[in-house]
């Protein structure tokens, strides 16, 4: 194996385990804005949602927690984390169709919605007609979201047509798998509209339809927003290390 190979591999490791300590925490110094969804364990399925934005350096709460749900199956460690992390595998780890919610940090990418337009609203995603949000992990396309319209070649037996969703009403994207797609570590992560506060979710976090527009209107920016999601345990464990509200 000749040394620019070597190198090639370690920059495709380095870009497909963005979750190390340094970079999670990073992620949080980075961020404006934190959502933060907090459960009591890893199988329960309600939990809380608090928004908070960085003010002269520090975190401020924004408005009253929520109530929220998660998977079905409760929580579990994205993948890339337990990689990561020798520490974190005594918790269960996502993957594809388990009805857990992704554990860990992550980018909210944009905001979705039925309507064509957002107005003043720069990342936002109308859903329509051929949206769909592929979840076949042999497909070339697992965990996008894409226009069927569009897409030359669709290569996939399984999917969410997001438009036939009423959840999806108003939601937001989060960046989990999206990018250096892993094939079965889980897809399709979004926040969204719950069918009841009792109701757990295929894996994305779930509230009510007030909620959920009042969150996507405060996500419309140009600031960068993160989602933190863990059971309270792991959240107080790893609060001062990953620089966590």
């Known amino acids: 194996m000749t040394i620019k190979l070597l190198i090639a591999l370690a ?5 497909a385990l963005p979750q190390t300590t340094g970079g999670l925490a990073n992620s949080m110094s980075s961020a404006d ?21 960085r003010a002269h350096g520090t975190w401020q709460q924004i408005g009253a927690a929520i109530p929220v749900v998660v998977g079905r199956s409760g929580m579990a460690w994205d993948p ?11 918790g269960p780890i996502k993957h594809e169709s388990d009805g857990r919610s992704p554990a860990g940090i992550f980018h909210l990418k944009q905001v979705f ?13 109308p859903i329509a007609a051929g949206t769909e949000c592929v979840d076949d992990i042999h497909s070339r396309s697992y ?16 999917s969410e047509k997001m438009r036939d969703v009423p959840g999806y009403r108003w939601g937001a994207v989060v960046d989990y798998n ?14 969204h509209q719950w069918s009841g506060p009792t109701s757990g979710t295929a894996g994305c976090t779930a509230m ?14 140009d600031r960068q927003a993160v989602l933190v ?4 345990s792991e959240y107080q464990a790893r609060r001062g290390k990953w620089h966590l509200p």
């Open 11 to 15: 920059a495709m490791a380095a870009s």
């Open 33 to 53: 804005k934190a959502v933060v969804v907090v459960t009591p364990d890893w199988d329960a399925v309600q939990g809380t949602l608090q928004r908070y934005e």
């Open 80 to 90: 890339r984390i337990a990689r990561a992390y020798p520490g974190v595998d005594a």
């Open 113 to 125: 919605g039925f309507s064509a337009s957002l107005p003043g609203v720069d990342n936002y995603l």
């Open 143 to 158: 965990a996008q979201i894409v226009d069927r319209q569009k897409v030359a070649t669709v290569d996939w037996n399984s």
């Open 178 to 191: 999206m990018e250096n797609t892993v094939p079965g570590d889980g897809s399709c992560i979004f926040l």
């Open 208 to 221: 009510s339809s007030a909620d959920v527009e009042t969150l996507i209107h405060w996500l419309a920016d």
């Open 229 to 232: 999601q863990l059971p309270r």
